[in-house]
């Protein structure tokens, strides 16, 4: 591999990986302004997929380009080894096509590699991962990292916290990777409104084309139909789905909930995958993502879900968090008297953070809390093969 250096003596890739599209307006243009939780965007006017079936495009000396808004056409000359992750949605993505995990992700703490479990023969070590995210990010960080790719949206680090500049993301991209990536896991933030969102598994069917793995993606996408169709017998009628509120607890010992409206972005997927029945929809209680506000248990105890869907927890064990945050909340004065304490209908909400193997894992968890389903949903041997073999 033939290499540049920057004045600083630093190695470049620009002969390596080549940056090949200009930034979607209004994107690298943002200000570098701290998140403050504005009203979120309008949900996602994605084309269908029959709409967006995309090959990456090759040409004669083996170079190929694959887009993804906000960063465009970004072309690479030989295929990635080495890669930054913006979060675990990305990271389980790189799982699925069977790769190295990152060498790093926005906090390594909310990437959840416990779900592997669930599938025979995969796991992953995330022992030398570091979390981009220490108080603040810096750019010497992914000097140091010296990934072959950065999937991560770079509006991101432009507009989470002050300190970055769209001076510093160029940088990166002429010295050390070019981004690519786009913040799916939920569709909330100001900045994201001028370029589209993409589904799990768009985003997915792009990263398979950076890493040429498209035969892994297709048949994953292969999983998801049979899924799919598979939840369609599990999921009841409207008037049958128990209502749901769904909230990120504040500690071990919750008296406060951050509310969340189950809305569009992957984070959300399992929800709307199971039809779930929102409690908080309906109602005056602000979606976190747009009031950054908590709301009480009295105000909770109004609403009185049927179904408590716990975020926050996912760290914890089933029976850890039933000895902690379920027993404590039986315990207290007020929150005793909600419907779901009093019936044990409380539960981890899972992840923020979803790709395709952990989302399978997640909507059948939540399906067996919900609807009291038994059995499988997915093949696990059949994606164990997938990760394994590539089909």
Known sequence: MS???????????????????????????????????????????????????????????????????????????????????????????????????????W??????????????????????????????????????LDGDVHVLDPNFLLNRFKGWERSDVDELRENVAPFFGNCIYAQHYPWHSDYRYYSLYEGFERLAQVFQRTDRYEAFESVHDDFQQNLASVVPGQDQRPSVGVLWGVGDQPEKFYPYIVGGGTG?????????????????????????????????????????MLRGYESKSESEFRTSVVDFLAGHGTANELTAVENGDVYRAGGLYQGPITNLVLTERTARQLYGFEGALFDRQRVAAIVEEGD
């Open 3 to 105: 290499n540049e250096t920057d004045g600083r003596g630093t190695p470049t890739r620009r002969a390596y990986l080549k940056y090949g599209g200009a930034l979607v307006s209004g994107g690298l243009l943002a200000g570098c302004a701290e998140d403050t939780g504005a009203a979120s965007t309008p949900e996602s006017t994605t084309p269908t997929r029959a709409d967006t079936k995309t090959r990456a495009a090759s040409s004669a000396d083996g170079s190929y380009a694959v887009s993804m808004e906000p960063v465009g056409e970004v072309t690479f000359e030989s295929v990635p080894e080495t890669w930054v992750a913006n979060n675990g949605s990305w990271a389980d993505m790189g799982v699925a096509l069977g790769l190295e995990p990152p060498k790093a992700v």
């Open 107 to 144: 906090l390594t703490g909310r990437y959840h590699t416990q779900y592997y479990d669930a599938i025979p023969g995969v796991s992953v070590d995330k022992s030398d991962m570091v979390s981009l995210y220490r108080d603040s990010v810096s750019k010497e960080l992914f000097y140091e």
């Open 268 to 308: 959300f997927k399992h929800f709307r995958d199971l039809g779930v029945r929102d409690a908080l929809a309906d109602t005056d209680v602000k979606d976190f993502h747009g009031s950054r506000a908590a709301i009480d248990l009295e105000t909770l105890l109004d609403v009185d879900p049927e179904v408590l």
